[in-house]
């Protein structure tokens, strides 16, 4: 995972242009060109702003990949409006000074229609007043995150606090204990998440023991592990992320966390952030998300999705929905409905027809927008981590709504 991570921008370049015939325009910055030439009307352009290097590249190079993946399946379709779309992707770089620096090329160089991007929330209100407010330029945000973003034309696809808690939550007491830690990073989607985790923790009979914030570069967690076995913790409601959450697993391991009974519990934990540490070291973790891999073996859609994305793109960068892959997929199929409907390309236009957009099929089932919400209902599925793999123990009776603005 952390080999994994840690890619540089040399092997990055290679690899990325080989893998999509992408045009290299500048530092950080490729365009896959229209499939065809439209004498009528230039190309719908398509801008991409994710994390090809950088920490949490597993997770940009996959949502990239998935754009290439559905820009090519519209594109084979005829395109929209008759017209073929053209994709540009720029490297945020988990790094938000160089993002939006990168953010502003695609609204004033290239002039992109629309923007996908963005995974944690730092980046996401680094780059968002470039993007639609100086930009003037729709923007659709792909990543699970801590709800509140209501600014207009800017549309969530991921999953939000009451997506993953409100039944998740329940589960976790049912199946794990009452006594619940809270170890976080410390930065807005771990405090604004926790908010909401703890009301749904004590709101059903559960109790927060405590809750603590640690810096995105912490690796050792001793004494946040002793209080945690001292205190006779049931659940660990984990958002410390990369590349403090595998020490800290692995520590909790070496403890007799796990071996006493304890639960791991991680709403962002996919088939990525599975390899992290060894499988024993996070057997029984629970996990929910919008999609995991297992649900191939039940879902027809799923199972063609999965598989057209892993011929395409065979490798690490996983189809996994905490890493945002299903948000972009899910985003820019809801982004194609509404530019069918609006038969324009303009934000006002599509802005309108994406605030009730539906797809009947995507990612984990299907899924629409909450009508001046600008937030996706969607179904929600709880696994738990056995041998290294995830099985599915929960889900919902339907779609799940945000709960949002």
């Known amino acids: 995972m952390f080999d994994r991570t840690q890619l540089s921008r040399r092997r990055f370049l290679s690899n990325f242009a080989f893998a999509s015939g992408a045009v290299a325009t500048g530092v950080g910055s490729w365009v896959i060109p229209a499939p065809w030439a439209n004498a009528a009307e230039a190309p719908i352009k398509v801008g991409?702003?994710?994390?090809?290097?950088?920490?949490?590249?597993?997770?940009?190079?996959?949502?990239?990949?998935?754009?290439?993946?559905?820009?090519?399946?519209?594109?084979?379709?005829g395109g929209l409006l008759?017209?073929?779309?053209?994709?540009?992707?720029?490297?945020?770089?988990?790094?938000?000074?160089?993002?939006?620096?990168?953010?502003?090329?695609?609204?004033?160089?290239?002039?992109?229609?629309?923007?996908?991007?963005?995974?944690?929330?730092?980046?996401?209100?680094?780059?968002?007043?470039?993007?639609?407010?100086?930009?003037?330029?729709?923007?659709?945000?792909?990543?699970?995150?801590?709800?509140?973003?209501?600014?207009?034309?800017?549309?969530?696809?991921?999953?939000?606090?009451?997506?993953?808690?409100?039944?998740?939550?329940?589960?976790?007491?049912?199946?794990?204990?009452?006594?619940?830690?809270?170890?976080?990073?410390?930065?807005?989607?771990?405090?604004?998440?926790?908010?909401?985790?703890?009301?749904?923790?004590?709101?059903?009979?559960?109790?927060?023991?405590?809750?603590?914030?640690?810096?995105?570069?912490?690796?050792?967690?001793?004494?946040?592990?002793?209080?945690?076995?001292?205190?006779?913790?049931?659940?660990?409601?984990?958002?410390?992320?990369?590349?403090?959450?595998?020490?800290?697993?692995?520590?909790?391991?070496?403890?007799?966390?796990?071996?006493?009974?304890?639960?791991?519990?991680?709403?962002y934990y996919d088939e990525n952030t599975l390899n992290i540490n060894q499988a024993a070291e996070i057997e029984g973790l629970a996990s929910c998300l919008d999609y995991f891999k297992v649900l191939t073996k039940e879902n027809p859609f799923d199972a063609k999705i999965q598989a057209a994305y892993e011929k395409d793109f065979p490798g690490n960068f996983l189809f996994a929905a905490g890493s945002a892959a299903t948000g972009t997929y899910r985003g820019l199929k809801l982004w194609e409905a509404a530019v069918k409907e609006a038969g324009k390309i303009d934000r006002e236009s599509v802005a309108a027809a994406l605030d009730h957009a539906k797809i009947a099929e995507g990612p984990g089932g299907p899924a629409e927008m909450v009508p001046g919400k600008r937030h996706c209902k969607m179904k929600m599925y709880t696994a738990v981590a056995k041998g290294g793999n995830y099985e599915i123990v929960g889900r919902s009776d339907g779609l799940v709504d945000p709960k949002e603005c």
């Not at 994390?51 to 090519?72: C, E, F, Q, R, S």
């Not at 992109?112 to 209100?125: E, P, Q």
Request: include cysteine; hydrophobic fraction near 40%.
């Open 82 to 267: 008759g017209r073929p779309l053209e994709l540009y992707i720029e490297d945020t770089a988990s790094n938000e000074s160089v993002a939006v620096g990168n953010v502003r090329k695609l609204i004033q160089r290239d002039k992109v229609d629309m923007v996908l991007g963005g995974i944690t929330s730092s980046m996401r209100n680094a780059i968002k007043d470039p993007i639609v407010a100086r930009g003037k330029t729709l923007y659709i945000y792909p990543q699970l995150y801590e709800g509140k973003e209501c600014t207009p034309y800017l549309f969530c696809t991921g999953p939000t606090p009451a997506q993953q808690c409100d039944e998740f939550i329940p589960w976790l007491i049912k199946n794990g204990g009452k006594k619940f830690a809270l170890p976080s990073a410390n930065y807005v989607w771990p405090h604004t998440l926790n908010v909401y985790a703890r009301k749904v923790i004590e709101s059903n009979g559960g109790e927060v023991v405590f809750e603590e914030y640690y810096p995105l570069d912490q690796v050792d967690f001793s004494s946040t592990v002793n209080r945690i076995i001292s205190n006779k913790v049931d659940v660990v409601f984990n958002t410390v992320i990369p590349p403090g959450v595998g020490p800290f697993f692995k520590q909790l391991y070496e403890a007799g966390f796990l071996k006493n009974g304890g639960r791991l519990a991680c709403v």
């Open 48 to 77: 991409i702003a994710t994390d090809l290097t950088g920490p949490i590249a597993y997770a940009g190079n996959a949502d990239a990949n998935v754009a290439k993946m559905v820009i090519k399946e519209i594109n084979a379709a």
